[in-house]
């Protein structure tokens, strides 16, 4: 049997469906292989395949699996920027790509000698969590065991490349069954009882807890414990990646915090007096880079999978718990508390309603939409089933984290962590793959759609229910941004004046043979755009912005004396709160934290 066959029937028992690839002559075998017992989704560019598996494994949440496979060289350099994505989010991801004939490997000894030869093994290896050039038919076990590590502990990319021989060999399969593999799986800790006392004890004496719950928290355990969440009392804020792990509109939801986060929920999380966070790394994005007045009034619990991810110095904490987040919320919410939350729960209630998301300093001239009330209008027309990529930079990211609320059933999925333009359609198109029946929402700026429009063919011939929203500004609104505040106004390669090229949108739909609307003020008012976003199959939706408007709120930063740059805590975001509002959601802060 040729190995190539074999090794993709055992990926297929590993519970794999889907290949995005992109073919080449160094996996022509694995690909033929591929063909007849995955579905197998080309696509233009390397990059695409990797964001787009990635995407798909996150929305699918175990019920089926894709993985991405390249050719050797370039095929493995143009992934470079979707697996460090994966590696930073710590998401599953499999990549299979090709390498030269294992005669022609230079093996560091010259440049390059085989035929698009480079060490993709070398490469990948600080951005993965196992990294390996395949010079001889790997076992069943080895097999099983190298994907596992992608799939467990802290999820993170593997990297596989095998040798153009190696796929192409004829091979017993009954000799491929057993065999141990050198690669280890990670161990995962578990909290102590007294750890658990302890929690107790923080709990017993707080009158202001707050859970914020990370990427590291499923959201099919969360719905289970819903009813033991509500008992305890606690409010629950979550972090970008956690957005979709608990019920946007549960009375007990207390928001997204980050440096660009819902006001409400950012001012809510700093006045907590104990703030136990469960799966998420504590990133400078989500406590602010002035880390150091992060929770300032908190007792803070972190609990993560990851010792590193707890032993770094940002930023402050009271408590680490090495363990799996899930299992330890299941065993909190076990706890009998005689304190009670009522008080806490009615001011987090409070200060949502009296810090709109919708503000009034978000301004646009007339003949353009404001973003915030785009994204305010969305929140009004999706289904609870749809699957909703907020991309992963720019204002069109920030503004979606921040004012759209996600319904119960629904997902979102972004890779904030890179912060990488050129995600959001391929992203959505690993989402739509995955579960093709619903609709998927993108949202992404002019600036980042145009470093991957080559997927809208993609998307065009799998007829995907895939409705594209692009905030066109013409240009790279947050560097405009930043050379406007910082820099006072010199711009440089941030719009079509300083240098930056887009096409005609309608034109540029209209060659793939998508449909596309420019929307007026009237948004889903409009006949022709709401007819078009309840049609089936791939569509596009022109929002012109304002190029001069600035998103806010967000946490800003002043530049001192000596040139260094220091950063406003998460709770005093631009513009200021008016005095006498501050004075009331900032009830719980020390008066030299309130300015």
Not at 44 to 63: D, K, L, R
Not at 225 to 230: A, G, T
Not at 552 to 576: C, F, Q, R
Request: proline share 5%; net charge negative; with cysteine.
């Amino acid at each position: 049997m040729k190995y190539s066959d074999l090794l993709i029937d055992w990926l297929v028992e590993e519970g794999y469906t889907h290949c995005f690839f992109v073919g080449g002559g160094n996996v022509m075998h694995l690909l033929e292989s591929a063909r007849t017992r995955l579905t197998c989704i080309p696509v233009i560019h390397e990059v695409s395949a990797a964001i787009a598996a990635e995407y798909f494994n996150e929305v699918s949440m175990g019920e089926k699996r894709a993985f991405a496979m390249v050719t050797a060289g370039p095929g493995v350099t143009n992934l470079v920027t979707g697996v460090a994505g994966a590696w930073l989010e710590s998401r599953e991801l499999l990549i299979i790509a090709g390498q030269a004939r294992t005669d022609a490997l230079s093996r560091g000894l010259v440049r390059q000698i085989g035929h698009q030869e480079i060490d993709g093994r070398g490469i990948m290896k600080p951005i993965s969590k196992f990294s390996e050039t395949v010079e001889a038919p790997l076992t069943r076990m080895e097999i099983s065991e190298r994907v596992s590590i992608s799939k467990t502990g802290r999820k993170g990319p593997v990297f596989l490349e095998f040798c153009l021989d190696v796929t192409g060999q004829q091979v017993d399969p009954e000799t491929l069954r057993g065999k141990k593999s050198p690669a280890a799986i990670e161990q995962i800790g578990s909290i102590s009882s007294d750890q658990l006392k302890e929690i107790q004890a923080f709990l017993q004496n707080a009158e202001r807890p707050l859970f914020l719950f990370g990427g590291g928290i499923s959201k099919k355990v969360v719905n289970q414990l819903i009813p033991e969440i509500e008992s305890l009392g606690i409010p629950v804020a979550t972090t970008w990646n956690g957005a979709d792990k608990f019920p946007n509109e549960h009375p007990s939801y207390a928001g997204r915090s980050n440096t660009y986060g819902m006001r409400w929920s950012n001012v809510v999380l700093q006045q907590a007096d104990v703030l136990i966070a469960l799966g998420t790394r504590l990133g400078l994005q989500q406590t602010g880079f002035n880390w150091q007045k992060f929770a300032p009034v908190a007792k803070v619990i972190q609990v993560d999978i990851d010792l590193g991810e707890l032993e770094k110095d940002t930023p402050r904490k009271d408590l680490i718990i090495n363990a799996e987040a899930n299992s330890v919320l299941s065993q909190i919410l076990q706890m009998k508390l005689s304190s009670k939350f009522q008080i806490w729960s009615e001011f987090v209630g409070a200060v949502k309603a009296k810090l709109p998301v919708v503000e009034p300093s978000n301004e646009s001239r007339h003949e353009f939409v404001e973003a915030f009330t785009f994204v305010e209008a969305l929140n009004r027309v999706t289904d609870n089933s749809d699957q909703i990529i907020p991309c992963s930079s720019g204002g069109a990211f920030t503004t979606m984290m921040q004012a759209y609320y996600l319904k119960p059933e629904q997902l979102m999925v972004t890779d904030k962590g890179l912060a990488s333009m050129g995600y959001g359609l391929a992203g959505a198109i690993g989402a739509s793959l995955a579960f093709p029946e619903k609709r998927t929402i993108l949202v992404e700026g002019d600036g980042g759609f145009a470093q991957n429009l080559q997927e809208i063919g993609t998307a065009e011939r799998n007829k995907l229910n895939l409705k594209m929203f692009i905030f066109s500004n013409q240009g790279y609104a947050s560097i405009r941004t930043t050379q406007k505040a910082y820099f006072g106004g010199n711009y440089l390669g941030c719009d079509r004046e300083t240098g930056l090229g887009f096409p005609d949108w309608e034109k540029l739909f209209g060659a793939y043979g998508v449909p596309v609307v420019t929307m007026s003020k009237d948004l889903f008012k409009d006949s022709k755009a709401a007819s078009l976003f309840e049609s089936k199959g791939p569509a596009a939706f022109i929002v012109p912005l304002d190029p001069e408007q600035i998103f806010y709120p967000k946490v800003t930063s002043k530049v001192l004396a000596d040139g260094k740059m220091e950063s406003n805590p998460i709770h005093l975001m631009t513009p200021p709160l008016d005095v006498e509002v501050a004075s009331i959601v900032f009830k719980y802060l020390p008066e030299h934290l309130r300015s």
